[in-house]
């Protein structure tokens, strides 16, 4: 029979067994149990926090990224100020991750319409949480020079007028070969925000009672490998904002292919008051046959409340390659050529002459190049002003095309465009010595158009 003391020795001796098998005490071996929980040891666990708790503090925003307003093609550059440790930064654009936008500052690529209204965020994250900034809206804004575009051509605007004439000038008109005439073009939305926008310009209308309602010759150009024409009225044309600048797409007359284009600046806004011949001398200078001859215009005549025009400046966007007729007059895609069944080579190997340059061209005298599958050869040198009788420095083209070769006039990418000429010297022996040549468009409201309109005297 085992006495009681034994019986409680062995339930002791048990106990100690099992709360050693559960990791309780952590002492020597033999030490006492004590009433107390011992603390851990390294590398025993402690009590494991709950799955997905953060740890540590989450991270706080000291300064919210800021709205930006700028031009079209121009960066916006956003920041975010933030503390806490082991930050990570990632940008979001309408809500959207950025690709490799992972830092405080985000700088966006060139702004198009298409980013007109978007919305940037940053979520700044680290072990503790995250947070989330505001949000900042990138907005597009007008240049000067826009703003003065579309002053006159957007809707409500009655439109943006051009004026083309063919006139004496002194002595009566010529009827059927003399004429004044004005078209317009006008935008229903702002390319600013919505993108390139094309519209046509309007038919003509005649500025005068008694001759006859002509317009120019259609202009043709070499694009895409094919002779082009572009009407020179009621044409179609595309508008674009480039930076601060206007780019202006002149559409063949398929409406679809883009014969040539311009990027239009330095964009001025003048006010016309009082009579037509206290108009400024570069409006004058610029409408010099309707000014010159006393015939046609009363210029006494005052000019109505709101008249003004735009004064502006253009440069050629891409190289551009105008084509003439070299042997008699053609309309249409058909022009004459120069030599029938040859080729560059052997056409200015033997050298071709040019009536309207006065010279003659040689294979040297320039370089051969393909453009849009059509070998063009391209003199180094200008031709003569006097031959172009125009501010638009030009160079001699020959091409070969359908077996055939043309020849026409390049005008390089990047030439300023001129913009007409006047008679500065009326003494001068030749056409070219009589000539001043200017270097920017003018361009009318309708108050200024219809001031002209009613004091036309023919």
């Given at each position: 029979?085992?006495?009681?003391?034994?019986?409680?020795?062995?339930?002791?001796?048990?106990?100690?067994?099992?709360?050693?098998?559960?990791?309780?005490?952590?002492?020597?071996?033999?030490?006492?149990?004590?009433?107390?929980?011992?603390?851990?040891?390294?590398?025993?666990?402690?009590?494991?926090?709950?799955?997905?708790?953060?740890?540590?503090?989450?991270?706080?925003?000291?300064t919210q990224p800021a709205n930006a307003t700028v031009l079209t093609d121009a960066t916006a550059s956003f920041a975010v100020?933030?503390?806490?440790?082991?930050?990570?930064?990632?940008?979001?654009?309408n809500g959207a991750d950025i690709a490799g936008a992972t830092s405080s500052t985000y700088t966006t690529p060139p702004a198009?319409?298409?980013?007109?209204?978007?919305?940037?965020?940053?979520?700044?994250?680290?072990?503790?949480?995250?947070?989330?900034?505001?949000?900042?809206?990138?907005?597009?804004?007008?240049?000067?020079?826009?703003?003065?575009?579309?002053?006159?051509?957007?809707?409500?605007?009655?439109?943006?007028?051009?004026?083309?004439?063919?006139?004496?000038?002194?002595?009566?008109?010529?009827?059927?070969?003399?004429?004044?005439?004005?078209?317009?073009?006008?935008?229903?939305?702002?390319?600013?925000?919505?993108?390139?926008?094309?519209?046509?310009?309007?038919?003509?209308?005649?500025?005068?009672?008694?001759?006859?309602?002509?317009?120019?010759?259609?202009?043709?150009?070499?694009?895409?490998?094919?002779?082009?024409?572009?009407?020179?009225?009621?044409?179609?044309?595309?508008?674009?904002?480039?930076?601060?600048?206007?780019?202006?797409?002149?559409?063949?007359?398929?409406?679809?292919?883009?014969?040539?284009?311009?990027?239009?600046?330095?964009?001025?806004?003048?006010?016309?008051?009082?009579?037509?011949?206290?108009?400024?001398?570069?409006?004058?200078?610029?409408?010099?046959?309707?000014?010159?001859?006393?015939?046609?215009?009363?210029?006494?005549?005052?000019?109505?409340?709101?008249?003004?025009?735009?004064?502006?400046?253009?440069?050629?966007?891409?190289?551009?390659?105008?084509?003439?007729?070299?042997?008699?007059?053609?309309?249409?895609?058909?022009?004459?050529?120069?030599?029938?069944?040859?080729?560059?080579?052997?056409?200015?190997?033997?050298?071709?002459?040019?009536?309207?340059?006065?010279?003659?061209?040689?294979?040297?005298?320039?370089?051969?190049?393909?453009?849009?599958?059509?070998?063009?050869?391209?003199?180094?040198?200008?031709?003569?002003?006097?031959?172009?009788?125009?501010?638009?420095?030009?160079?001699?083209?020959?091409?070969?095309?359908?077996?055939?070769?043309?020849?026409?006039?390049?005008?390089?990418?990047?030439?300023?465009?001129?913009g007409g000429s006047w008679v500065s010297n009326p003494a001068g022996a030749t056409l070219f010595d009589r000539l001043t040549?200017?270097?920017?468009?003018?361009?009318?409201?309708?108050?200024?158009?219809?001031?002209?309109?009613?004091?036309?005297?023919?």
């Amino acid at each position: 029979m085992v006495s009681t003391r034994h019986q409680n020795a062995a339930i002791l001796a048990a106990v100690a067994v099992l709360v050693a098998a559960c990791g309780g005490g952590g002492g020597e071996a033999g030490a006492p149990l004590t009433g107390t929980n011992n603390p851990p040891t390294a590398g025993t666990p402690s009590t494991p926090t709950t799955p997905g708790t953060p740890t540590g503090t989450a991270p706080t925003l000291q300064t919210q990224p800021a709205n930006a307003t700028v031009l079209t093609d121009a960066t916006a550059s956003f920041a975010v100020t933030a503390s806490g440790s082991d930050l990570v930064y990632q940008w979001k654009r309408n809500g959207a991750d950025i690709a490799g936008a992972t830092s405080s500052t985000y700088t966006t690529p060139p702004a198009t319409y298409a980013n007109h209204g978007d919305r940037y965020t940053v979520v700044v994250s680290n072990k503790g949480g995250r947070v989330t900034s505001n949000a900042a809206q990138l907005t597009l804004k007008l240049s000067a020079n826009q703003q003065a575009f579309e002053s006159t051509i957007l809707s409500p605007q009655p439109g943006n007028f051009n004026l083309l004439w063919s006139l004496l000038l002194s002595g009566p008109q010529v009827k059927g070969s003399s004429f004044v005439i004005s078209d317009f073009g006008q935008l229903a939305l702002s390319p600013l925000t919505n993108g390139p926008q094309t519209y046509r310009q309007s038919d003509p209308i005649s500025l005068t009672a008694t001759l006859t309602l002509l317009t120019p010759p259609a202009t043709r150009v070499l694009k895409d490998g094919a002779v082009r024409v572009v009407p020179s009225t009621g044409g179609t044309l595309r508008a674009s904002y480039v930076g601060s600048d206007v780019r202006m797409d002149t559409l063949a007359s398929d409406n679809t292919t883009v014969a040539y284009s311009t990027i239009r600046s330095e964009y001025q806004a003048v006010a016309l008051t009082g009579t037509l011949d206290n108009a400024p001398d570069e409006f004058k200078h610029f409408y010099n046959a309707v000014f010159a001859n006393p015939g046609v215009l009363d210029s006494t005549a005052a000019f109505a409340a709101g008249a003004g025009y735009l004064k502006y400046t253009q440069k050629a966007a891409g190289d551009r390659y105008d084509v003439f007729d070299c042997r008699g007059a053609t309309a249409g895609p058909a022009v004459s050529s120069c030599v029938d069944g040859s080729t560059l080579t052997a056409v200015l190997s033997a050298g071709f002459s040019s009536g309207s340059d006065g010279r003659t061209y040689h294979l040297a005298d320039g370089e051969i190049r393909t453009v849009g599958g059509v070998p063009i050869w391209v003199a180094s040198s200008p031709r003569p002003q006097s031959s172009t009788l125009s501010a638009t420095v030009q160079y001699r083209i020959y091409f070969e095309l359908g077996g055939n070769v043309y020849t026409g006039s390049m005008i390089k990418d990047g030439t300023p465009l001129g913009g007409g000429s006047w008679v500065s010297n009326p003494a001068g022996a030749t056409l070219f010595d009589r000539l001043t040549f200017l270097t920017y468009q003018i361009r009318l409201n309708q108050a200024a158009r219809d001031s002209l309109k009613a004091a036309v005297k023919i």
